[in-house]
């Protein structure tokens, strides 16, 4: 099981809020979670591998990574 530690002085900054949540989320391999908290240009470099670009690129992406067992 993965663990997550969270800092207890986040509350202060939204955006650290949001990126904790989506980390939990790639964590739990929770790709609706992830999908709905990306705009939808996003452009995701994945290092050494590729680029994704658009919404549903990206959703295939995640569910790619499902496939593959990156998450179970």
Do not use: H, Y
């Not at 989506?22 to 591998?49: C, E, H, L």
């Amino acid at each position: 099981m993965t663990g997550v530690i969270i800092s207890e002085d986040c509350g202060n900054s939204p955006k650290s809020i949001l990126v904790q949540e989506v980390t939990i989320a790639f964590a739990k391999g929770d790709s609706k979670f992830i999908r709905n908290s990306v705009i939808d240009d996003i452009r995701w470099t994945v290092v050494g591998d590729q680029v994704v670009q658009g919404k549903d690129s990206f959703a295939q992406a995640l569910e790619e990574m499902k496939t593959i067992k990156l998450w179970s």
